[in-house]
C-alpha cells in the first residue's frame, strides 16, 4: 500500500528501499519528512485526528492526481496519527521517478495537496497543560491553488 | 444517520458519532444542524460560527445546501490541518 495512516513511526530509508528495490528505471527519489515543531518552547505534546476511510480516500485520490501529472515510478504517503512528542515525524512523502524535476515537483504538489485536503486535524498541547486546536492557515491553502484546477 | 463530528466540534458536542433521525424536512447540513441546535445547548455552542465548519456526506465533501437525500453518514469538523 503506498498510501498508509499509522501510529507507528516510520524508517524513511526502509520506505525508499521498498519503492527502489529490483529496479533500475528510477532516476530520481525526493522524499519530504515533516516533524513536530516546537520552535518556541511552547507545544510539549501534538496529537493529530483523522476521519478513518475518507482520509485514506483522499491521500490515494492525491496520489493519483500527481500520478496523472508527473511520470511518476512510486509514490509513498504515510501520515502519522495519535499523540506525539516534539521533533517526533508526522508525515512522509516519497516521489520516484525518471529525472529531478517530475520528482521533486510532485513531491510539492503531493504536500500541498495534502495540507489542505486530507481530513487530519492538529491539537498541540503546551508544558502549563493549555490545549488549543491548530487552524488552518490561508499560505497553505495559497500553496496547493498555485497548481491550479484540474 | 449517523452523524460525525471531529476535533474541536467532538470536543464541544462530547460526543464523536451518534446516530440521529431527524424529520423529513432537515433537507440539508444546513438544516441538520438546525435541528440539532435546536435539541441541545451544547450543539449551539458547538455551530456558533458555521463558516468555520465543513461537511462531508457520505465521505465525500459537501456543502452546507447539499441535498441529504440517501445520506448514511454526515460529517462536520472544522478546516484540515494536516501534514
Redesign the interface.
Do not use: K, N, S, Y
Given at each position: 500500500m503506498s498510501v498508509r495512516v499509522q501510529t507507528d513511526d516510520f524508517d524513511i530509508n526502509a520506505e525508499i528501499a521498498a519503492l527502489t528495490n529490483g529496479r533500475a528505471d528510477i532516476g530520481a527519489v525526493v522524499t519530504f519528512t515533516g516533524l513536530v515543531r516546537d520552535a518556541e518552547g511552547s507545544v510539549s505534546e501534538m496529537t493529530l485526528e483523522h476521519y478513518p476511510g475518507m482520509t485514506e480516500a483522499a491521500l490515494t485520490e492525491i496520489e493519483a492526481e500527481a500520478r496523472a501529472r508527473w511520470p511518476l515510478q512510486g509514490v509513498t504517503i504515510i501520515h502519522r496519527v495519535g499523540p506525539l512528542a516534539p521533533a517526533d515525524q508526522i508525515v512522509l512523502v516519497i516521489a520516484a521517478s525518471r529525472h529531478r524535476q517530475a520528482a521533486f515537483e510532485a513531491a510539492a504538489f503531493l504536500m500541498d495537496y495534502l495540507k489542505t485536503r486530507a481530513a487530519f486535524w492538529k491539537k498541540e498541547a503546551s508544558p502549563d497543560g493549555d490545549a488549543s486546536w491548530v487552524d488552518a492557515r490561508e499560505s497553505d491553502e495559497a500553496a496547493a491553488e498555485r497548481w491550479g484546477r484540474t | 444517520m449517523q452523524v460525525?463530528y471531529?476535533?474541536?466540534l467532538?470536543e464541544r458536542i462530547g460526543k464523536g458519532s451518534e446516530t440521529v433521525d431527524p424529520p423529513a424536512d432537515v433537507a440539508t447540513p444546513a438544516a441538520l444542524i438546525d435541528w440539532l441546535k435546536s435539541r441541545e445547548e451544547r450543539y449551539v455552542a458547538a455551530f456558533q460560527d458555521v463558516s468555520a465548519v465543513k461537511v462531508?456526506i457520505d465521505?465525500k465533501q459537501a456543502d452546507m445546501t447539499t441535498s441529504l437525500a440517501g445520506a448514511r453518514e454526515v460529517?462536520f469538523?472544522?478546516?484540515?490541518?494536516?501534514?
Open positions: - | 460525525l471531529f476535533a474541536w467532538r462531508a465521505q460529517a469538523f472544522p478546516p484540515v490541518t494536516g501534514g
